[in-house]
């Protein structure tokens, strides 16, 4: 199974100046070591690069919004639910529920595993 690399990326912000033109630097790190950038860029060069990184940004965590979490939840389905686990898999949230609860006490205390996406909740799996 391959390994997750992931990079990160830091901008600074509009108050680098050289005199003439916005400078921006970009520290940019990575599985494989690191750069700093440091470009000047006229003011209209500058503000683009910065609009699209935040746009990109939201896009990465809209993207991670999507991303399902799953609950296991006291009392499914009535009034008083309370969760009371989250796990990013469906059998991680299964094995602590049967860890931690007896057979007796999952239908007693009406436990169940709920999945959520962005804030919509499920417990049709």
């Given at each position: ?12 912000g ?7 033109n ?5 520290f ?12 000047p ?24 919004a ?7 939840v006291e009392?499914a ?21 049967n ?27």
């Amino acid at each position: 199974m391959p390994t997750r690399q992931f990079v990160n990326a830091y901008s600074s912000g509009h108050a680098y100046d050289n005199g003439e033109n916005d400078v921006v630097m970009l520290f940019i790190s990575g599985p494989r070591g690191g750069t700093k950038i440091a470009e000047p860029m006229s003011a209209l060069q500058a503000r683009n690069l910065r609009d699209n990184l935040d746009i990109a940004l939201l896009k990465i965590g809209d993207a991670r919004a999507l991303i399902p979490v799953y609950v296991v939840v006291e009392n499914a389905g009535y009034e008083g639910e309370k969760d009371a686990f989250e796990a990013k898999t469906f059998d991680e949230a299964a094995a602590w529920m049967n860890k931690t609860y007896t057979a007796e006490s999952i239908e007693r205390f009406h436990i169940a595993i709920a999945k959520d996406i962005a804030g919509q909740r499920s417990y049709e799996l």
